[in-house]
């Protein structure tokens, strides 16, 4: 399989390594030539443009921020994508942004998946990373061998958009996950209890989390807050939205991650 890759950013990069790694004949594109230059030294062709890179692709990865670079590239991939080929989503996006981009590729026979992932790039660069997966069984199948090159878990979650809804849901749980930690953690100080000597009660009892693990014994959120506190913000957005749109009631969970953002000073 001929594979695209545009999204060379701390995850996307370590991805595409993989797979040109892996074997799989590789063309990437960026708006930065920049960006291409640690692949300077791979059998990667660098694209003039996202329809140059369709044109030479079987499957074309996306990896960018938000649903309107996706809508942007997915609509300028489409352009050259020959019928048969395969535009896959690692973006975390609205799930409704996939299904969209799904309708305009279905009229050229493209197949559309959503396919975020879980792990970050330290994760995708020792092949380890958790690909969440939603579309039709047939096409995953098919990208399967692609997405081993990076991850040691595909996970098929059901049609289009059950993907991303997964990957919401673990966002929210983890941003509840982490104000409850630091606020945990915080209230043992203010009882006397020393909190770096507390997370290592947490780390071998049933208090123990990947979130309070994150943020260490001093339960201060400055720290995940410059790293990931508007990527949180937006995907509990995303997820409150779509909770909203089916009337279901998101609960406990949302109220923990609505602490968490304030508490990192980015309110939903």
């Known amino acids: 399989m001929r594979v695209g890759f545009v999204g060379l950013g701390s995850q996307g990069a370590p991805m595409a390594r993989r797979i040109i790694d892996a074997g799989f004949p590789t063309t990437l594109w960026a ?4 960006t291409l230059e640690p692949f300077a030294d791979t059998p990667a062709r660098a694209a003039a443009s996202p329809a140059d890179l369709a044109a030479a692709s079987d499957l074309v990865c996306v990896c ?4 309107s670079d996706v809508q942007e590239i997915g609509d300028r991939v489409l352009a050259d994508l020959a019928p048969g080929g395969i535009i896959a989503v690692h973006s ?6 996939c299904r969209e981009l799904a309708e305009r590729a279905a009229v050229q026979g493209v197949s559309v998946i959503d396919a975020p992932v879980s792990g970050g790039g330290p994760a995708a660069a020792k092949g380890r990373l958790l690909v969440m997966a ?5 096409v995953v199948q098919r990208c ?9 878990a595909v996970v098929h ?5 059950s993907g991303q809804t997964a990957k919401l ?10 104000g409850t930690a630091a606020t945990a953690l915080s209230l043992a100080r203010d009882l006397g209890v020393a909190p770096e000597r507390l997370t290592e009660v947490f780390a071998r009892s049933s208090g123990n989390s990947f979130a309070l693990n994150t943020i260490g014994g001093t339960g201060n959120l400055d720290r995940m807050a410059g790293l990931a506190g508007g990527l949180l913000q937006k995907d509990v957005r995303l997820i409150a939205d779509l909770a909203d749109a089916a009337a279901a009631r998101a609960g406990v969970v949302l109220d923990a991650a609505d602490a968490a953002l ?3 000073e980015y309110p939903r």
């Open 64 to 67: 960018v921020v938000n649903d």
């Open 144 to 152: 399967r061998p692609v997405f081993e090159s990076y991850a040691n």
């Open 92 to 97: 975390t996006v609205h799930p409704q942004t």
């Open 157 to 161: 979650l059901g049609e289009l958009g």
């Open 31 to 34: 708006r930065r030539s920049a």
């Open 169 to 178: 849901l673990n966002n929210l749980l983890f941003t509840a996950n982490l």
């Open 134 to 138: 939603g579309g039709d069984a047939d």
């Open 262 to 264: 304030t508490l990192m």
